[in-house]
């Protein structure tokens, strides 16, 4: 798409295209519809200003990179994002050469293009480096992490910061307070001399020049087209001597434009041209709505951040077929509130994602119990370190994946000094269509090689409850991984049960029937599929015991070791990568035990799953199924026969 030779009437003909592609294709693949409706003028401006792939754009989290997909050459390909074998729905360095930085966590942006600059600057070259961030990621530690640093580090440095008063949910925190307090002031307008005096000097006749009276108008009516609503709060006082002096990013070093209409195409243009010729690192402040162009999106940002497939005239998504089970996350919502009722002791934490967790039923029913920490998951843990000091029994609700940020806070605050911190790991388990950047695969093998931690998973979404229930009675760091989507269907009881701490519940034991004996060890939600293996199993033949671990850490030692040395095979299912998982926990154990029963891992092999449709279709490409798990079942057996073969044959 050649963006820049086109006319301010064709660009703005194409940001409609755009906009249209993108509410029909979203709304056969889901995905992140408000965002990218929000920055359809923003990344036109980019790539009219700018020639990627020399130079270098790094979008924060890069949900909203989709516009800048369509316009990299992947507009043919545009209807598969998301989706099996197709696009993915972030930057991805091996899908183009125009995705210079890959993400999908919040943060990053910003440090990352500093190092992208330090390179150039160590190299020598030229090449123009973006980072686009969000109000919500700059909520995010590591974004001031990476501002404290921009100013000594380099002189060219382009910051666009696209505020959109939301992250997921409504942005919170004093950052948040900060940003509408400098967009609603006045005396805002930090655009300026100097720029207004580089709009003079750009030479007659080019586009650039006609954009540039344009934006002057349009800078004049930013504020009212974005319609942000006045702060109610005093403004003038800052304690520092007036409120330009209190500006966060000239304060570091940066200089700061804007806030301007992130919708105003000749004054971003302009305002782009000029940041580009800046020789200071520059921050240009970008107001825009998310969702714009799509009436349903704006009435509702918060779904219309990222959503499955939805009708485009109504903007409903599709209801749940009639039947389908709660999902753990409204489960886990839900037991909050009843946990919080009955116990003074116990708050929510959640690092923004109310909706998501479920959390957000406690932010309605009990708001006092209820902390959004931001997008901040090493501050979520910390702060949580810091309540369960004080006896409270503060319960994290934080994605598997996002939590992997604070892992140095799980072991260096909440584990070492073995504070009762509540962990409960949602999304433990595929992301299917978001992909790699979202699994939760990791955090079995994270968390039990750190001493004084507890880690379980439920069967289902009663013993989701219960384990909750036993977790507020414990005095360590205490973790429950569940998965994304519909639970189990199994009533939940009025009143939760205490579960004993290491015990593993034994649901089918050997019937001692003359078959082979395959015990089955299923943890956490592959129960079904533990449950379908075994059934497949004993219609072959074989003599099969099923065990609920319940918890990967304590393991059972003894139920384990019993079946161990009782079954012919051990297999282990998890949906976690086999390496370090709960399978390699059994095998710990049987090796201290000096026990050699052959154990078969079912799990994620040691590589990086890739994005699909759907959770089967990965399982089905990696082997986590019923047919797979009786093959090797099989093959182990067949494997020992022609051992003892092999063995006797060798004795005559
Ligand atoms: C470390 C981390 N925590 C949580 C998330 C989930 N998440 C994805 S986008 C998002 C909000 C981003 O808001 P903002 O940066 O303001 O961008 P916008 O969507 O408003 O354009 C959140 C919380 C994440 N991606 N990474």
């Known amino acids: 798409m050649h963006v820049k030779k086109l006319t301010l009437d064709q660009l703005q003909q194409l940001a409609e295209e755009i906009r249209h592609e993108l509410i029909t294709v979203l709304a056969k693949n889901g995905g992140h519809v408000g965002p990218n409706l929000g920055v359809v003028e923003l990344t036109l401006a980019l790539h009219y200003v700018f020639n990627t792939p020399k130079d270098k754009f790094l979008w924060d989290v890069s949900h909203q990179i989709y516009v800048h997909k369509l316009l990299t050459g992947r507009k043919s390909r545009f209807h598969t994002v998301r989706s099996t074998g197709g696009l993915s729905g972030f930057a991805l360095r091996t899908e183009s050469e125009h995705d210079c930085y890959g993400a999908a966590h919040a943060g990053t942006a910003l440090s990352a293009a500093l190092g992208v600059c330090a390179a150039r600057d160590q190299r020598g070259s030229d090449e123009n480096v973006v980072a686009i961030f969000g109000d919500a990621a700059l909520t995010n530690g590591i974004s001031f992490e990476a501002m404290n640093n921009i100013a000594n580090t380099t002189k060219k440095f382009i910051g666009i910061l696209n505020d959109n008063e939301w992250g997921i949910a409504k942005n919170v925190g004093a950052i948040s307070t900060y940003l509408n307090r400098l967009i609603t002031h006045p005396s805002y307008n930090k655009l300026a001399r100097d720029f207004e005096r580089f709009v003079r000097r750009l030479p007659k006749g080019e586009l650039a020049l006609k954009l540039a009276h344009k934006a002057e108008e349009g800078f004049k009516g930013a504020l009212t087209d974005v319609g942000l609503q006045p702060s109610p709060s005093g403004m003038e006082i800052d304690g520092r001597g007036g409120y330009g002096s209190s500006l966060i990013f000239e304060e570091m070093g940066l200089r700061y434009l804007g806030p301007i209409d992130g ?33 349903a999106a704006l009435k509702n940002p918060e779904k219309f951040h990222g959503l499955g497939p939805y009708d485009i005239a109504t903007g409903a998504t599709l209801p749940a077929k009639p039947g389908t089970p709660p999902n753990w996350q409204d489960v886990f919502g839900q037991a909050m509130v009843k946990l919080c009722q009955k116990d003074n002791s116990i708050v929510g934490i959640t690092a923004a994602m109310p909706s998501g967790t479920g ?30 000091t004080m006896g409270f029994h503060p319960v994290c609700a934080i994605y598997s994946t996002f939590l992997q940020r604070a892992y140095d806070c799980i072991v260096h605050d909440a584990a070492l000094q073995d504070l009762p911190v509540i962990f409960c790991m949602d999304r433990a388990g595929l992301s299917a269509q978001d992909g790699p950047t979202h699994h939760g695969l990791f955090d079995i093998a994270y968390v039990r090689s750190v001493p004084n931690c507890i880690a379980m998973a439920p069967k289902d979404e009663d013993e989701l409850v219960d384990m909750m229930f036993t977790a507020t009675h414990e005095r360590h760091p205490t973790f429950i991984r569940y998965p994304r989507g519909p639970a189990e269907g199994v009533p939940i009881k009025d009143q939760p049960r205490l579960i004993e701490i290491g015990k593993a519940e034994v649901i089918q034991n050997f019937k001692n029937n003359g078959g082979r004996k395959v015990a089955l060890f299923p943890l956490g939600n592959m129960m079904p599929l533990g449950r379908k293996v075994a059934v497949q199993l004993a219609a072959e033949g074989y003599d099969v015991a099923i065990v609920n671990p319940r918890f990967v850490k304590p393991l059972d030692a003894g139920v384990t070791e019993f079946f161990g040395r009782a079954a012919d095979v051990i297999v282990t299912l998890e949906d976690h990568v086999v390496m370090g998982g709960y399978g390699s926990a059994v095998l710990e154990l049987f090796n201290d035990k000096r026990i050699s029963t052959p154990v078969i891992q079912v799990g994620w092999p040691d590589r990086f799953i890739e994005h699909a449709t759907t959770v089967e279709e990965l399982r089905n490409k990696y082997g986590l199924t019923v047919e797979n798990t009786v093959a090797r079942v099989r093959a182990e057996f067949a494997t020992a026969v022609a051992d003892r073969q092999g063995a006797i044959a060798q004795l005559r």
Request: charged share 20%.
């Open 263 to 295: 919708h105003n195409l000749p004054l971003l243009i302009s305002t782009l041209e000029f940041a580009k010729r800046c020789d200071q690192p520059i921050v240009i402040h970008v107001l825009t709505q998310k969702g714009k162009g799509y009436e």
């Open 359 to 388: 959390l957000k039923l406690l932010e309605k029913t009990m708001p006092s119990r209820y902390y959004d920490v931001g997008i901040a998951e090493e501050h979520a843990v910390l702060f949580a370190c810091g309540m369960a």
